[in-house]
């Protein structure tokens, strides 16, 4: 545990907590899903905050798990890029967004089935009141954060190759997102009643599409989260990089024998600024991690000779 990042430890852990209070308060009578699980709009039990509290419930085992299985996995790698508070507000931006997903599948079962127009409906071969029966519409689990977050590593690392049983060969990150969402888009049209909340799946990694190509587009609007490891390391390298280039033109100022001509100056600092420029812009918007073996060898070597 010591070598998890904070916030993705702590999410962890809250939702460990959560799965076991939910099982224990069960027994006393207590039903956490029933209170924060997320329901539908237009029921009677819906609640705003219920947005955020319906990602740390969970139905099972099986579904705690795998959930925080892939969040320890694949969260761990995209907090040490993006440092814990960009983090944290990605995660629970992203579980926001699925829940609105699935609001508006519910709504659009709504409408289709026109339940407005009814006071009763049968359900498995039970007659209940359509109020009571909407309130049965109720989403919980992680599942939608965590799918945006196996978004994000497919993005920052999409050639990064990842072995997933029960394949015995390697597969590049892009191509498992890409298969997760036909996955999820398969399921979500073939077996609209199996209990899973597929559409919830793909508007969390929607969400979080989104929100990194905003981040791709405005680099300077993920400043307000703080420096992550990789922005302290483009804040450190851009001084020495200015610093070496101060010195230069100090020595060609006064005529150190040692320098090359002008012209063959020029263009080598010009090439060597533009590849030194572009990795440091890389490290800036994705993080350090994101590097090729290349790329921080050239970094390192520049640090070196400053």
């Not at 709504?110 to 909407?134: L, T």
């Not at 033109?249 to 590849?275: C, F, I, L, T, V």
């Amino acid at each position: 545990m010591n070598n998890i990042p904070t916030m993705t430890k702590n999410l962890l852990m809250v939702n460990f907590l959560a799965f076991v209070a939910t099982w224990v308060l069960e027994r006393s009578g207590i039903d956490l899903t029933s209170l924060f699980g997320l329901h539908f709009f237009m029921a009677s039990d819906f609640r705003i905050y219920q947005f955020v509290t319906y990602m740390f419930l969970h139905g099972g085992l099986t579904h705690i798990f795998f959930n925080m299985f892939a969040l320890w996995m694949f969260g761990s790698v995209i907090e040490r890029v993006w440092g814990p508070k960009k983090f944290l507000f990605y995660y629970i931006c992203c579980g926001i967004g699925a829940g609105f997903a699935q609001e508006l599948v519910q709504y659009a079962n709504f409408i289709i089935n026109d339940m407005a127009a009814y006071q009763y409906v049968d359900a498995g071969g039970v007659r209940m009141p359509v109020n009571a029966y909407i309130n049965l519409w109720t989403t919980i689990g992680a599942s939608g954060a965590v799918y945006a977050i196996l978004l994000a590593f497919g993005m920052i690392f999409p050639n990064e190759r990842l072995f997933i049983i029960p394949f015995p060969f390697p597969i590049k990150a892009k191509w498992l997102v890409v298969g997760y969402i036909a996955i999820e888009l398969f399921s979500a049209m073939s077996s609209p009643g199996d209990g899973v909340a597929h559409m919830a799946h793909l508007g969390g990694m929607l969400f979080g599409f989104l929100l990194i190509r905003y981040w791709q587009k405005h680099p300077d609007s993920s400043q307000r989260f703080g420096r992550s490891r990789g922005q302290e390391f483009f804040d450190r390298m851009k001084q020495k990089y200015d610093a070496r280039q101060d010195t230069r033109m100090h020595a060609e100022y006064h005529g150190d024998p040692r320098r090359e001509s002008d012209e063959e100056y020029n263009a080598r600092k010009r090439k060597n600024q533009e590849e030194i420029d572009a990795i440091l812009d890389k490290i800036r918007k994705s993080g350090y991690d994101s590097l090729t073996k290349e790329e921080k060898k050239k970094l390192f070597d520049q640090s070196r000779e400053s």
